[in-house]
């Protein structure tokens, strides 16, 4: 399910006469699961998902992806993304959830729980387990999920509160599976599995209630220059290199002399040089320190060319 809201006009983003429409779409889970430990047990089609441990030390983990392919326009780089859950039950009234970028394919299966889903049922084929990414034929490398180590976001979880996930991370996960697409398998929620009674209950996209579905939101802007505005074409095309320091600026034209500049999202400059962009691929060194989202601004063939440049750190 997707929805798409047009939030407001920009006139010029600080000083870099950048013409911006902003836009909000709103996306809801493909699928989601709960693996519970040591056990070929799974959730696919409840109407909820868990995170964190029982009082009789039963860990759970929720799995949950978005199907981002239709979300928004091709070649659009995302600014900020939320990530919003309900919770049914907290215990204790309050626990921390950390989400984690999950790193192999996984299931929803048929497999649905009775008695509020908080014991599970048995597996079924394609269903996502504690040792099976699709049960009974794909296992994880690592028993409980294959994942990145270092989490995207946290943020303590309340009862009768929206649980709303946002960081710079976030945004980079997303992007990075705009990007690439065969890699998009979605994020993992794991509570404080330090100590017992720390279950979170979430609602799933199988509620009845579609009011309390998992919700990913996507920010993104529609950014132009003037002189794209006015349909000039660019013959150049600016990515990440290898690694945070470096970037490519690949000339479809003929050897120019630019003026080369990368300011932040809120416009701060943060780097500036004269370069020969010789015709074909360079690669330019900028010093960028930190992943995130940047404008670079090129003045080439005596026509300024603006854009977005997405720095990720992997």
């Known amino acids: 399910m997707k929805k798409i809201y047009f939030v407001l006009i920009l006139v010029m983003v600080t000083g870099l006469n950048l013409f911006s429409q902003a836009m909000v779409v709103e996306v809801t889970p493909m699928i989601d699961n709960t ?12 109407e909820f998902i868990f995170a964190g441990t029982t009082n009789k030390d039963v860990k759970k983990r929720a799995l949950v992806k978005f199907d981002l392919n239709e979300a928004v326009p091709e070649g659009v780089t995302i600014d900020s993304v939320s990530l919003t859950l309900v919770p049914f039950k907290v215990k204790p009234d309050s626990t921390e959830v950390a989400v984690h970028r999950i790193t192999t394919e996984w299931g929803e299966g048929t497999s649905k729980a009775s008695d509020g889903d908080g014991k599970g049922a048995p597996a079924t084929n394609g269903d996502a387990t504690w040792s099976f990414a699709k049960f009974n034929t794909d296992p994880w490398i690592k028993k409980g999920g294959d994942f990145d180590l270092e989490s995207s976001t946290s943020n303590t ?20 599976w705009l990007q690439n697409p065969s890699n998009n398998f979605g994020w993992i929620l794991i509570g404080d599995e330090s100590k017992t009674a720390t279950s979170v209950k979430f609602g799933s996209r199988d509620h009845d209630n579609h009011e309390t579905w998992p919700t990913l939101k996507l920010y993104y802007t529609g ?42 999202i809120a416009g701060t400059r943060i780097f500036y040089n004269q370069v020969e962009l010789l015709s074909g691929e360079n690669s330019l060194f900028t010093g960028i320190q930190k992943p995130g ?22």
Not at 35 to 46: A, C, E, I, P
């Open 35 to 46: 693996m519970f430990k040591d056990t070929d047990v799974s959730n696919g089609l409840g």
């Open 157 to 176: 979880v309340s009862e009768g509160t929206d649980a709303i996930f946002r960081s710079i991370r976030l945004t980079l996960d997303v992007n990075f």
């Open 223 to 264: 950014t132009t220059s003037i002189n794209e505005r006015n349909h000039i074409k660019s013959d150049l095309l600016v990515y990440q290199g290898s690694d945070l320091y470096n970037i490519y600026i690949l000339n479809g034209g003929e050897t120019e002399t630019s003026k080369v500049e990368i300011f932040t």
């Open 293 to 314: 989202i940047y404008i670079y601004r090129i003045s080439h063939n005596g026509n300024p060319i603006s854009g977005k440049l997405l720095i990720t750190d992997r």
